[in-house]
């Protein structure tokens, strides 16, 4: 499957990126504590293809006003090689920092959220987005 984004209301759920425009190798890195050398630039190069063979889809959450990564979100296959194999999948998300920390926005009208409520939002979407687009049951 080719990567997507998933609209979690007041966030989004994106692919991993590691370009010129937005880069998720810093947050991953302190997520996964792999520093931010070779082996992050090889984790995100290999959640590309994990997606293309199935094999695990990996999402950066972002709120919808910055790209800045809030957590690393991953749905993986539950008792199969990939998930196009499985009947059912696994949601796993890990956060940057503290999920009380509030984020930063300077539009008045928007209410100001945290790390915490970005997490709950991208997992009921995921959650969705898996049992609608991919038809599979999600343990957990």
Not at 38 to 65: H, K, M, N, P
Request: charged residues 25%; negative net charge.
């Amino acid at each position: 499957m080719e990567p997507m984004e998933v609209n979690a209301g007041r966030f989004y759920c994106r692919p991993l990126r590691h370009d010129s425009r937005v880069d998720d190798a810093p947050v991953t890195g302190r997520i996964l504590s792999l520093g931010d050398g070779a082996a992050v630039a090889d984790f995100l190069v290999a959640s590309t293809g994990d997606w293309q063979e199935d094999v695990a889809y990996r999402f950066a959450v972002a709120e919808q006003t910055n790209v800045e990564m809030l957590a690393l979100l991953t749905v993986a296959p539950v008792g199969a090689p990939t998930i196009s194999a499985a009947d059912a999948v696994s949601i796993e998300v890990l956060a940057d920092g503290d999920l009380g920390r509030v984020l930063p926005n300077d539009d008045k009208v928007l209410q100001k959220v945290t790390v915490g409520d970005g997490i709950k939002a991208a997992k009921e979407a995921v959650r969705r987005w898996a049992e609608g687009f991919l038809g599979k049951t999600v343990s957990g």
